[in-house]
């Protein structure tokens, strides 16, 4: 009986210690996100357009358009995009100089990246760099152009006779395939 009692009080102080340690986590994470939503962000000094990649040639072609959206001009702009594996691997970053690389208030550049496509699951771009620094630039990512609809797969009319039932291959009319 006397153990028994032991267990219980070990037990119950076991469990209220763990309670009370996720209560304390739970409570300094809140915090945390609390402070990160509060925190100043920059102003948003361009916007990033990243297009769904194409497959073209046997590559896949990732690219994207860059506006300018401060009141000044942003030279040397290049944009980090990161690469995904497919299978475990490690992420790749790729900078990319944009085409062209000084823009002015209001104006667009491009940038594009082919890659093989079997490796790499997603692109997305990470950061944007300017000047001759490369120091980083507060942007904002959204979707640009859609990929193009696949081409509708063209049907083959195969003139070998069938069965009355609409089948190829029966008992009564055997064909081999190579």
């Known amino acids: 009986m006397r153990q028994r009692l032991i267990a219980f009080i070990i037990a119950s102080f076991t469990t209220l210690a763990l309670l009370s340690l996720y209560l304390y986590l739970q409570h300094r994470n809140q915090l945390r996100w609390t402070k990160a939503r509060e925190a100043p962000r920059p102003p948003v000094l361009a ?92 942007f904002e990512a959204s979707l640009g152009e859609r990929r193009p609809p696949d081409p509708p797969h063209l049907q083959t009319n195969d003139a070998r006779p069938r069965s009355p039932s609409g089948f190829i291959n029966t008992p009564d009319n055997p064909v081999n395939i190579p």
């Open 47 to 138: 916007h990033i357009y990243a297009d769904e990649p194409v497959l073209r040639g046997g590559q896949a072609v990732i690219s994207g358009t860059v506006v300018n959206a401060s009141n000044s001009r942003l030279e040397n702009v290049q944009v980090e995009v990161e690469l995904i594996p497919r299978i475990e691997g490690t992420i790749e970053t790729h900078t990319i100089r944009l085409t062209p690389d000084s823009l002015a208030p209001g104006e667009k550049g491009r940038y594009v990246l082919s890659v093989p496509p079997n490796r790499w699951s997603l692109a997305r771009p990470v950061k944007l760099r300017a000047g001759e620094d490369g120091r980083e630039i507060a």
